[in-house]
């Protein structure tokens, strides 16, 4: 602490001994030397003074004409500006400064100008631009033998992979930055690299992780002293952990760090972070107003950012949240009565909620009443009641289930389909640039290239299947029957299975109808899904030999025959008469129910057909047969 101490009068006293040097009547390469080092000596307390120094040093080096000291105020310039969130100026600044760079062939600075380009886009959410500035900044690493720079493309490409969706990668890169960091001893890149670990976490959802590697560079890294810019990302992290962990009290604590980070060192994108976190903790604790007036110093910001009146005042020195009073107070206006229609809407919700959950309650209220005046009329027949009840009971839960898992996987499948057209029109967009491309001498990354955008449109697809299939199961007939795919319903079920079915077990399909047949889709589903999961179970029994589930579907006169044949051991011939008895199983204690194949027989006879069970040469033979109309 005393270190810390002392070392504040200390950089104040190098700041004043930079100055005492400056002499404004003198105009030379040394004097504008001066200027950008007091510029940067004071940017993390007055970015606008320092702004003031690092103008005044273009200013000097454009009148005696040197590319360096121009490149360099440039350079300077352009950071302070990326600082400030003001990206697109930073933007402009720094490609010219990186233009001459290059006519000074200074390698290095080409490199660090060009990570700065990349951050200027990356924040302006022009992601493949700032993918293509973070890959030059790795072809200069590798060119200089510089870990350094390698170590910044790998956290910058790595971000944009984790702002895209593509996560995994992210990880992995972050990781490999770590690894490099901490060998080459490089501490604030160490540093971004395991704070960036922590955030692929937090936006996997995995916020237990998230929390642990964050409060690991709380704990075992002194970052006021190494990064201290660094600190308003990391609480903010941390406040939108706890808020996702719905732990109040801690995500308040870690907004009242972000707000203490920012005075000591301001960067309006953070700034934004700062508000949208306390709009939601205010939000979920019932403080409206003040929730309130956050959100609309958020929004302020974040249309500051993008004014371009803004960034000429900025560019002039004004004042940074000046605002148009007209304007504040139509969109004070506008922000109030939109908050006012989200709490009707709410409130209308919770009385659907309530009049719902009333609803229930009495239809369960009703059947109890009824179920037990029946038990009491029937009381000769009591036994018989009490099975048949328990069955039906069973299979009301299981179809509640399947209704439950229906709706659930319809608003899944809606949910992601969206993203999966972003994906599929970016990818689009990847392919076609790829094509533009001159690859000549570039056979490797041109094989990189194919291989990458093969394997994303690979899982694109997959995705897609999954997202049909789901639509597909999810699909309820009603009272109905529907012409139906059979095909689809069994591809679909083997899906959604398809995590249970190792790759020793062999699926062969022998599809023989050629026509759309009526059945009630969702009681085809649950039939294939049981009959296939005991099938599945069979085939794993026995350790040694071929495992194969083969599936038939062939029209026979007016009806459809459905085989699903396993290699599974034989059925005992005393077990078969009761294989589709209520409650009869033969597995052990707690991995079966003894219902699946019971609630098949029922649901095969609501169709009008028949489901039957042998055992043949090489394992066990089950047959279904469907009427066709």
Known sequence: MLLMLCSLPARSADVDSLIARLDSTLISESQIDLQLQ????????????????????LKDAEEIRSTRWIAESKLAIGQFYDYLGVNREAANQLMEAFSDFRVLGDSVKQAT???????????????????????????????????????????ATAEVFGNIGNRDSALILFNEAFALSKEIGSLQQEIQAYYNIGDVHLYSGRRTQALKVF????????????SSKFLSNLYNSMTKAYLEKRDIEMARHYSELSLEALNENMRLTEYMKYYLNL?????????????????????????????????EQLANFGIFFELQSKENEIERLTLDNQFKDLKIRQKKLTNYLYVSLSSLMLVIVF??????????????????????????????????????????????????????????????IVKGVGRKLDWTGLDDDKHRFDMATKMAQDGLDRSVDI??????????????KVETDLHEIIDNTLMFLSSKISEDIRIIKHYNLDMRVPVFPEKMHQV???????????????????????????KKKDKLILTFTNSGPSIKEEHLARLFDPFFTTKDPGQGTGLGLSICYTLVSEHGGEIQAENIQDGVLFRVSLPTK
């Open 38 to 57: 007091i510029a940067r000596a004071i940017s993390n307390t007055d970015i606008r003074k320092a702004l003031e120094y690092a103008h005044s040093a």
């Open 113 to 155: 100008t060009l990570m700065h380009i990349g951050n200027a886009f990356f924040y302006l959410d022009q992601f493949e631009t700032a993918q293509d500035y973070y890959t030059l900044v790795s072809e200069y690493g590798r060119a200089l033998n510089d870990t350094s720079l390698i170590i910044s493309g790998l956290n």
């Open 215 to 226: 409060h690991a560079l709380e704990d075992y890294y002194d970052l006021k002293t190494n």
């Open 279 to 311: 709009f939601r903790i205010d939000t979920i604790e019932g403080n409206s107003d003040t929730a309130l007036f956050n959100f609309i110093r958020y929004k302020e910001l974040s249309d500051s950012l993008s004014n371009a009146s803004f960034k």
């Open 367 to 428: 059947l109890l009443i009824r179920s037990y005046r029946q038990i009491k009329k029937k009381n000769v027949m009591l036994e018989r009641q009490k099975e048949a009840l328990e069955t039906t009971q069973q299979q009301l839960v299981q179809s509640e289930k399947m209704a439950s898992i229906g709706t659930l996987t319809a608003g899944i499948a809606h949910e992601i389909n969206n993203p999966l057209n972003f994906i599929s029109g970016g990818l689009t």
């Open 467 to 480: 997202v049909k299939a789901l639509m597909t199961f999810s699909h309820r007939g009603g009272s109905k």
């Open 528 to 554: 294939v899904m049981n009959i296939l999961d005991n099938a599945i179970f069979a085939v794993n029994v026995s350790s040694s030999g071929p495992k194969s589930i083969t599936i038939t579907t062939r």
